[in-house]
């Protein structure tokens, strides 16, 4: 299988989110489950949320699929991710603020750049990794 990558400048605008699950859609739908596009759909949305919602300037979206995953980068040129207490009311929780633990559980890896407004996710493929060339016989198989 080729590689295949997207690569994008989003608008940083309410719609971005809407527009790179649009875009993940029509370039990864006819070489990914409808699974592993929907996951895919989920992530993208959750990261381009978080980068409009607290970045800064330009919002980039990178993705590369190959056989044994796909990779998906979001970036802004914000300084990165701060580390803050927050306070809620776990008797009246709003809406929001749980998009990296959706990150965290549905990707097979994520992480952030430190330093940086870069965050990324990989789902890894599912499907045998066959190395090599098939056997020629049963003999040899065996």
Known sequence: MEDHVLDVELARETTAPWIARSLVKERFADKLSDGEL?????????LVTNAVAHGWGRITLRAHLNEDRLLVEVM?????????????DFENPRAGGRGLTI????????????GTAHVWFE???????????????VDEAV
């Open 103 to 114: 990150v965290d559980a549905e990707s097979s890896r994520w992480g952030i750049h430190m």
């Open 38 to 46: 929907d996951t895919a759909r989920l992530l993208v949305s959750e």
């Open 76 to 88: 802004d040129e914000g300084s990165g991710l701060e580390p803050a207490v927050r306070e809620r």
């Open 123 to 137: 789902l890894e493929r599912l499907g045998p990794r066959i190395i090599g060339r098939a056997p020629s016989s």
